[in-house]
């Protein structure tokens, strides 16, 4: 009885140890192999703000082609709905990290505004990147980076709101929490329509931007 009463306890706390172990040599989800995710962030000035808001009511560039999976893709121009323009740099952790909040951003105005990305790496780079990030919308292949520049995108998760027909909104340095919501309610603005509440999740509190193209 003495013996029960002793490794009853011991045992549990060896399952405990074990446990504690186990979770400690658990990957962080953020540790990507290749990809240096402790990298400082990189703040959106006031310089860039005004820079990017040269961009509004200006053309955007159109583009009229398929996506890295194939996908029609017609960006700008007159069409039956808004477009919003993420820019995506192959290999920054930024780029990374933005992604599933411009996929949640996408699924919020899904079937009313068209989301597309904007890659500078060439076409089998840009795939194998959209699948291994999960991108939920149409992605696009633009290693000359006309795009990218014509748009005014100096640094990646700069992204845009072009209008039905075919104007730039209103282009972002970067993204945060508070920017994030102002894109939610810029784009309900574009539709006419009263925002509803999206979830900004782990966005950066600071206005952030991406590494340089």
Known sequence: ???????????????????????NAKPN?????????SQPEHPVTAKMTADADKSTLKPALEFVGKGVRGEAVQISGVQDRPQFVLFILDG????IDAQPLFNGLSKHWKGKVDFYGVIDSEQK??????????????????PSKKLIKTYGAKQSV?????SKEGKIVKLWPGYS?????????????????????????????????????
């Open 125 to 142: 780079k840009a795939r194998t990147w959209t699948s291994d990030y999960r991108a939920a919308f149409p992605v696009v292949s633009d």
């Open 158 to 162: 700069y992204c845009a709101l072009v």
């Open 29 to 37: 989800p953020r540790d990507i192999p290749g990809i240096d995710m």
């Open 92 to 95: 920054c952790p930024c780029s």
């Open 1 to 23: 009885m003495r013996f029960a009463r002793f490794t009853i306890p011991l045992g549990i706390i060896l399952a405990v140890a074990g446990l504690a172990m186990y979770l």
């Open 177 to 213: 929490s508070g920017l994030l919501k102002e894109m939610n309610e810029l784009i309900a603005k574009e539709l006419e329509e009263k925002p509803t509440h999206f979830n900004t999740q782990y966005a950066p509190v600071d206005k952030t931007s991406g590494c340089f193209f």
